[in-house]
Antibody, heavy 120, light 107 residues
Framework: EVQLVESGGGLVQPGGSLRLSCAAS????????MSWVRQAPGKGLEWVAN????????YYVDSVKGRFTISRDNTKNLLSLQMNSLRAEDTAVYYC?????????????WGQGTLLTVSS | DIQMTQSPSTLSASVGDRVTITCRAS??????LAWYQQKPGKAPNLLIY???SLESGVPTRFSGSGSGTAFTLTISSLQPDDSATYYC?????????FGGGTKVEIK
């Protein structure tokens, strides 16, 4: 079964750091771009970051550039998001996501999400 | 950045109705558009990719059309299980962007 399982969410003070992880299983991890998508409470979806199959290309939404770093370990089938200088507006459910197919096709596989709350 | 504008933001329709949701891009995205359904507390579910390709396992009452800057998601005969929020997403260029969502309610 194809599966993505996020972990690492929690309560962090403004200015703090946190690392989210996403464990992938049931597919050839190093054959897919991987992404993080977030959703603030009661709000819509926001794409956060993408990483290429081999990690050689990374893209970010402007609001997290310089603060968040997406990475992957293809030996462990693990996707990560290192988040620094956290702000209240980063509060959201963070989803790990994969394209449905190994071409650009929309996100067909999602994790269950992990909640990050940034608050003092 | 490409802005995605969905309309309406909410709609209420009866079981069996034909429902259409519109998504407009601020510039051409060719046919690089996906549609998702999201129910409360759940991750989104891919319905349509590349404007009109139905994702495996998705009921055939869902269909997508359009090109360039104007796109539609149609539910041919609304079912009770279709009560959800629907999002469009462009993946033509970075940053990838979603529409603001359309909440579909059953009368």
């Amino acid at each position: 079964e194809v599966q993505l399982v996020e972990s690492g969410g929690g309560l962090v003070q403004p200015g703090g750091s946190l690392r989210l992880s996403c464990a992938a299983s049931g597919f050839t991890f190093n054959s897919y771009w991987m992404s993080w998508v977030r959703q603030a409470p009661g709000k819509g979806l926001e794409w956060v970051a993408n990483i290429k199959e081999d990690g050689s290309e990374k893209y970010y939404v402007d609001s997290v550039k310089g603060r968040f770093t997406i990475s992957r370990d293809n030996t462990k089938n693990l996707l990560s998001l290192q988040m620094n200088s956290l702000r209240a507006e980063d509060t959201a459910v963070y989803y790990c996501a994969r394209m449905a197919y190994n071409f650009w096709s929309g996100y067909g596989i999602w994790g269950q999400g992990t909640l990050l709350t940034v608050s003092s | 950045d490409i802005q995605m504008t969905q309309s309406p933001s909410t709609l209420s329709a009866s079981v069996g109705d034909r429902v259409t949701i519109t998504c407009r891009a601020s510039q051409s995205i060719s046919n690089w558009l996906a549609w998702y359904q999201q129910k409360p507390g759940k991750a989104p579910n891919l319905l349509i990719y590349k404007t009109s390709s139905l994702e495996s396992g998705v009921p055939t009452r869902f269909s997508g059309s359009g090109s360039g800057t104007a796109f539609t998601l149609t539910i041919s005969s609304l079912q009770p299980d279709d009560s959800a929020t629907y999002y469009c997403q462009q993946y033509n260029s970075y940053p990838l962007t979603f529409g603001g969502g359309t909440k579909v309610e059953i009368k």
